[in-house]
């Protein structure tokens, strides 16, 4: 069974940093992709960053040099460290996990969690 529980959600002054985990207990391939999606309001959510088993990751242009996701395989978690935020950043974050294709696109996705709200002012 798995389910993926995010955390690290809150309040950021601009310029500050957040980290934003997901921990994914039953999620315990050898092969493995997982990503970090936003949904900023009233817009459409996107993919911002992904990272497969082979340690490899790939972002969406506009978090290059900003944001970083990075995989604790011995803990099962999944993070983002998100620097230098702006109020743009402002949204819910979501994990997903085990896109074939190790994506940006959402629709491939097989799980997903629940999400973790970010607020940038």
């Known amino acids: 069974d798995v389910q993926l529980v995010e955390s690290g959600g809150g309040s950021a002054l601009a310029g500050g940093s957040l980290r934003l985990s997901c921990e994914a207990p039953g999620y315990t391939y050898d092969t493995y992709c997982m990503g970090w999606f936003r949904q900023a309001p009233g817009k459409e959510r996107e993919g911002i960053a992904t990272i497969d088993s082979d340690g490899d990751t790939a972002y969406v242009e506009s978090m290059k040099g900003r944001f970083t996701i990075s995989v604790d395989n011995a803990k099962n978690t999944l993070y983002l460290q998100m620097n230098s935020l702006n109020p743009e950043d402002t949204g819910t974050y979501t994990c997903?996990?085990?896109?074939?294709?190790?994506?940006?696109?959402?629709?491939?996705?097989?799980?997903w969690g629940q999400g973790t709200q970010v607020t940038v002012s």
């Open positions: 997903a996990a085990d896109d074939p294709s190790c994506g940006l696109g959402s629709w491939r996705y097989k799980y």
